[in-house]
């Protein structure tokens, strides 16, 4: 039997007016869902424990297994695994986004407007980052490590949690005086963000950008500070080869610390315009080729969600159902079953992760689950509701207990 997780982060969402009083996953034409479903267990799951914090962090994993309150040391120490950072034990790691901050004269009154840098691409960051690598390089406490896109790592030695830092993209739109960083060292951290803006403002790179009509990647900010992190091999705990494809580092993250097997797939971006092909096609050879178990991570969703992009979403959700989900049922030559569900909800309206339950799809090639129910959050809320993601994940690979 072969084991599949489609983690289509944050698609579930609320009714919006615009797609006629419907979500995206009730929107999408997702004809191999549609299939699907007719023999599929369904339902809602909560995949973020009370108490905690709806991060990607937490959710995926939860659905891969591990309970966060056991595993979970922070966002950026996943990350940091992935891009071959080395922690020590009193270091701090810390991600590092390439934002776009508004342009008015006084640091203090400066907007968040895109958590994004405008999706800068790996190869434009490299250079911005490369800037800031070496404005700092007399700062021996500090280190600075390249990641995908806008996404980045910075290493705080002999560091400390007694800090306090937000999410970028939770205040878009809003002014950044009041979510700045706090707590130990967080005059050196606001001095990092002015500084680092003034060194990219201008950068060839973002004028570049800015004549081609293209917000610019004019600043660093920090958020998702954590210690090193210490997963059980997933294949121990679980008795499966297992694998994961996703072009986030934190997903990586979690697979290199669980000793599983990371693909690379040339063009993948984590946006809408990922290679869901190459992905797909990623999948169906590691399961073929003798992996039990993929985990494959879908960040176009999510992406959309914080943008507000409707129209975005639903056609995520498409391409996802196109050349993820049905390339995986026409390809795969053993027994299978399949898991899609989103880690955590984006909605379109707030923009924001939240800690409502998701719902997930569970078919099996070979029996017949059918609770007569549509995959989408009207059809899931009359399914089984399922109190963790770790039950989840024990629920598909059939784990006792």
């Known amino acids: 039997m072969k084991y599949i997780v489609v983690l289509i982060d ?52 939860s659905v891969m297994g591990y309970d966060p309150k056991t595993y979970h040391t922070g966002r950026s120490p996943l990350e940091a695994l992935s891009v071959g950072v080395n922690m020590k034990q009193d270091d701090i790691a810390i991600r590092m986004n390439l934002v776009t901050l508004s342009d008015e004269e006084n640091f203090y009154d400066k907007k968040m407007l895109d958590y994004s840098g405008g999706e800068i691409t790996t190869e434009e960051s490299k250079e911005l980052v490369d800037a800031l690598i070496k404005a700092f390089k007399e700062e021996k406490n500090y280190s600075i490590y390249h990641g995908v896109s806008y996404r980045h790592v910075f290493i705080w030695h002999e560091g400390s949690l007694d800090i306090k830092l937000v999410p970028p993209h939770n205040i878009t739109g809003e002014k950044i005086l009041e979510y700045l960083p706090e707590g130990v060292n967080s005059d050196f951290f606001i001095d990092f963000i002015k500084k680092g803006y003034s060194i990219l403002k201008n950068h060839p790179i973002n004028i570049k950008r800015i004549n081609e009509g293209k917000n610019p990647a004019n600043s660093p900010w920090l958020w998702g500070e954590g210690t090193k992190p210490l997963l059980d091999k997933f294949e121990e705990i679980n008795k499966l080869k297992g ?28 946006t809408i315009h990922t290679n869901f092909k190459g992905k797909g096609e990623a ?97 899931a809320i009359k399914g089984k509701y399922i109190e963790s993601g770790v039950k989840l994940h024990n629920m598909l690979i059939e784990k006792k207990g």
């Open 283 to 379: 999948a169906i050879k590691a399961l073929n080729d003798g992996l039990d178990y993929v985990y494959i991570h879908l960040e176009a969703t999510d992406e959309c969600g914080h943008q507000g992009d409707i129209e975005g979403k639903v056609k995520s959700l498409e391409l996802i159902d196109e050349h993820i989900i049905k390339k995986l049922v026409n390809g795969i030559k053993d027994d299978y079953r399949i898991l899609v569900v989103p880690d955590h909800r984006t909605p379109l309206k707030t923009r924001k992760h939240d800690s409502l339950p998701v719902p997930y799809l569970i078919y099996d090639s070979t029996k017949d689950l059918a609770m007569g129910l549509s995959y989408n959050e009207d059809g």
């Open 243 to 270: 694998g994961v494809i996703s072009a986030v580092d934190l997903i990586r993250g979690i697979g290199k610390g669980a000793g599983m097997k990371v693909f690379n797939v040339p063009g993948a971006t984590g």
């Open 10 to 61: 944050g698609a579930a969402d609320d009714k919006i007016e615009e797609l006629g009083n419907k979500t995206p996953l009730m929107s999408a034409y997702m004809p191999t869902i549609r299939d699907l479903e007719k023999k599929a267990l369904i339902g809602l799951v909560q995949t973020v424990p009370e108490g905690m914090n709806p991060g990607s962090d937490i959710a995926n994993l």
